[in-house]
């Protein structure tokens, strides 16, 4: 019963990640810097769930082929039991540093416990530490299968304790996702532990794998393709929930940009110089905010900054000529053709005000257009 349960459960899990990684290569987003480590995490624990179900199936079966077609399996799913644990280490640092030299140090250093677990295995065809086939073909777990039980355990509040120290890094969204991914393997690996023939801890590892799918794809949706911010589908939501938070709690401030003379720009430089100038923008808007700031295009050569928590004019204008410094910085550089300048339009979202999320996003457009008539 166990060996048919398990089997099914893996095989359902590979089909889920074969679908996952078949629209990611649809999608052209096999060799993005930004999904690598997920892709790398997708292929690891595929391994693992064939080797694992390879395991059952060939276990307690007589024959001598039986017998070491059972002890190569294992030896191979032993070895890379704990690489989908490494590059889910990975993955968090990544998400945390990006590609730093940061990360690449801890890259290293991560791979030092999965290639002693590498030696272990290897030794364990002596020694039986972590594992033994008996002469008639039933698998046992070794004396010292706690050790691999430890490096996965390592790894697992490596990921959660860096995601806990760097919550600032981090947006609130993939900051709960990072942290809630580890409960389903880890409630699985538990009752594998405790029950041998229980579902395994990889079967939860694929249900996560899937949320944080379901979760990137959420986040295309509401992302502009040509800057890679929020679009205006995600705005209105966005500060509706602000409002909502407000009424209760601290209030939220908005700005609204529009970007001087862009038609001259795509007139005079053509299209591809004006879609660099909105990417660009973006770049240099998320440079001078908050890793928690909401940036969005609203349209064309429009933008609008949603700051979470900010209630203070002197902080608000601080944020502005953050901004504003950023942009003259770039020009100063004078990489591009032409300047970036900006008209701006900031304000406090009062409390009992009342206003809804486009009478707001309206307010700030008018104070735009003002400090564009005034300079």
């Excluded at 790398?40 to 082929?65: C, S, T």
């Excluded at 490096?151 to 806990?164: D, H, P, Q």
């Amino acid at each position: 019963m166990y060996t048919a349960l398990q089997v099914s459960l893996n095989l359902f899990s590979l089909v889920i990640l074969l679908m996952i990684l078949v629209d990611l290569k649809y999608q052209d987003e096999l060799h993005s810097p930004n999904q690598f480590n997920y892709i790398e995490l997708l292929h690891a624990l595929m391994i693992v769930l064939v080797l694992e179900a390879l395991g059952w199936v060939v276990d307690k079966r007589p024959g001598i082929a039986f017998r070491t077609a059972n002890i190569c399996t294992n030896t191979a799913y032993f070895i890379m039991d704990a690489f989908p644990a490494f590059f889910w280490a990975i993955y968090v640092t990544y998400n945390i540093f990006g590609r730093t030299r940061t990360y690449n140090r801890l890259r290293l250093l991560l791979l030092c416990p999965a290639l002693i677990n590498v030696g272990l295995c290897i030794a364990n065809l002596f020694n039986g530490w972590m594992f033994t086939v008996s002469a008639d073909n039933v698998y046992e777990r070794g004396e010292r299968f706690y050790l691999l039980v430890l490096i996965l355990v390592f790894y697992v509040a490596y990921a959660n304790l860096m995601v806990i120290m760097n919550k600032k890094r981090l947006s609130v969204r993939a900051y709960h996702t990072l942290l809630l991914f580890s409960i389903p393997p880890i409630i699985g690996g538990a009752l594998q532990f405790l029950f041998y023939g229980m579902p395994s801890i990889w079967t939860g590892a694929t249900l996560m794998l899937l949320m944080i799918y379901l979760n990137i794809q959420r986040i295309k949706l509401g992302a502009d393709p040509l800057t890679g911010i929020s679009n205006r589908r995600d705005i209105s939501s966005y500060i509706k929930d602000r409002i909502r938070e407000s009424a209760t709690g601290v209030s939220f401030s908005g700005i609204f940009i529009d970007i001087n003379n862009f038609k001259s720009i795509n007139d005079t430089h053509g299209h591809v110089m004006g879609d660099r100038a909105l990417q660009l923008t973006a770049d240099l808007l998320r440079k001078s905010t908050r890793k928690d700031d909401f940036i969005a295009r609203y349209g064309g050569d429009e933008f609008l900054i949603i700051l979470p928590k900010l209630e203070d004019r002197v902080a608000l204008d601080k944020m502005v000529s953050r901004i504003k410094n950023e942009f003259e910085g770039w020009n100063k550089l004078s990489i591009l053709p032409f300047d970036l300048s900006l008209s701006i339009g900031s304000s406090i979202y009062e409390k009992g005000s009342e206003l809804t999320a486009e009478q707001f996003i309206r307010h700030l457009d008018t104070l735009m257009y003002k400090s564009r008539q005034m300079s």
